[in-house]
């Protein structure tokens, strides 16, 4: 991004997914997704193109992985007309002006993120529906200063999880554990084999690294006590045959380990 002071690698990986819903009426058209507020927002950050990604797979594997939360949210909101949608690391996202106005007018909305990216979207969105707070979501107290209270939340980290360590995975749940019973977590997540090796092109265009995975989301579910795992959604498998055929073959080679998928844990409140 062309700022003054340049985001630290990575937070810059949240031009990568707002690239896609921009592009996504011409890159997937098939898919039937439109942000109608993705365009104007990339273009204002002044990106830099190279280090965003905007190949076929990767504008499609997004896309999916957007539309499988957007379903989640809906029925979870529908399920719970006081619920609150917390983003963790939000970054640009613009899903709570896509969704809001079709879900309950009691649900919240509520955006967390590092202090340089809260920034950008302060300056770049006017009247923003979500309540920002600054956190890093590895820190088990994450939540601490989010205004949740006791109601049903839905907390989603989307392209989030790969670029926390170990410890900050088990943090980031260990916070949520902490939600009412009945709360749920979203998170996309790949196989610790793919997140060490470094080799996905995020990983070249901006030099933010992989730091951590789960083999699957039963492994996801057990890392920190006070989850059951509702289930595990395609992402990769959905975006075409050679996809579907790379992720077979890796559950294969790994006796049943998932490459990359969004898994859907609830919280158990024990
Ligand atoms: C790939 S972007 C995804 C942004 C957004 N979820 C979306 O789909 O458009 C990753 C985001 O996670 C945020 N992030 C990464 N690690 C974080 C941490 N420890 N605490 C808070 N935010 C974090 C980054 O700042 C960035 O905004």
Redesign the pocket.
């Known amino acids: 991004m062309t700022r003054a002071t340049p985001?630290d690698p990575?937070?810059e990986?949240?031009l990568?997914?707002?690239w896609a819903?921009a592009h996504a009426p011409e890159v997937v058209p098939d898919l039937g997704f439109h942000d109608p507020y993705a365009a104007d927002l990339l273009d204002r950050t002044g990106f830099d193109s190279d280090r965003v990604l905007t190949d076929h797979g990767n504008v499609a594997g997004?896309i999916h992985r957007?539309l499988v939360l957007d379903d989640l949210v809906r029925s979870f909101a529908h399920r719970h007309a006081d619920a609150v949608v917390v983003?963790?690391?939000?970054?640009?996202?613009a899903r709570d002006r896509r969704l809001g106005p079709d879900l309950p007018a009691t649900v919240t909305w509520i955006g967390?993120?590092?202090p340089e990216?809260l920034d950008v979207r302060r300056d770049l969105v006017d009247d923003d529906p979500s309540t920002l707070v600054e956190?890093?979501?590895?820190d088990p107290g994450?939540l601490d200063d989010v205004p949740v209270g006791d109601r049903p939340a839905i907390v989603?980290?989307?392209?989030?999880l790969m670029?926390?360590d170990d410890a900050?995975l088990r943090g980031f749940l260990t916070g949520a554990a902490g939600l009412r019973a009945g709360s749920e977590v979203a998170a996309d997540v790949f196989h610790p084999k793919v997140a060490s090796s470094d080799r996905h092109p995020?990983v070249k265009a901006t030099g933010a690294r992989f730091r951590s995975g789960a083999r699957d989301g039963a492994e996801l579910a057990g890392l920190v006590p006070g989850f059951e795992l509702v289930a595990e959604h395609d992402v990769m498998e959905r975006i075409g045959r050679p996809h579907r055929v790379a992720a077979k073959a890796f559950s294969v080679a790994t006796r049943g380990g998932r490459m990359y998928h969004l898994a859907q844990l609830r919280v158990t409140g024990s």
Request: net charge negative; aromatic share 6%; proline share 3%.
């Open positions: 985001l990575v937070a990986t949240l990568t997914p707002l819903r997004t957007t983003s963790a690391g939000c970054g640009l996202c967390v993120d590092a990216v956190a890093s979501v590895d994450w989603l980290a989307e392209g989030v670029y926390l900050g995020i």
